[in-house]
């Protein structure tokens, strides 16, 4: 499984604590170093149905993040998926890939569910 985060993203420490404490193994990857690639973002869009908005995190005031997104609605996904790995810095974080899933952002309940962990 790999842990994709940001050193300096208070939510990613947390969730990384939150593994840590439940023993849960996993090879981390540094997206400020290390971002998901464009045709990781592609594969996991069509393997789990996520729209390509859902990678996209706008930063509080972001008038950057706003414009990517207004801009890429009328372009095709692969075209998409490459603009956001080259713009990963708006990226959503933290994201989780395991062999059967991928799980973003800190929804406790999915993070369980794909992980099968109870509490």
């Not at 439940?22 to 149905?49: C, S």
């Amino acid at each position: 499984m790999t842990f994709f985060y940001r050193p300096d993203c208070k939510d990613c420490l947390m969730v990384k604590t939150w593994l840590d404490k439940r023993g849960v193994e996993y090879e981390e990857r540094d997206m400020n170093v290390n971002p998901p690639t464009g045709e990781e973002i592609l594969e996991w869009a069509q393997k789990y149905h996520f729209p390509m908005k859902s990678f996209i995190r706008p930063r509080k005031f972001s008038l950057k993040a706003i414009l990517l997104t207004n801009q890429m609605v009328n372009m095709e996904r692969h075209a998409r998926a490459f603009i956001i790995a080259a713009a990963h810095e708006y990226m959503v974080c933290p994201i989780m890939e395991g062999e059967d899933f991928v799980v973003m952002g800190l929804d406790n309940a999915q993070w369980r569910k794909a992980l099968n962990i109870q509490s």
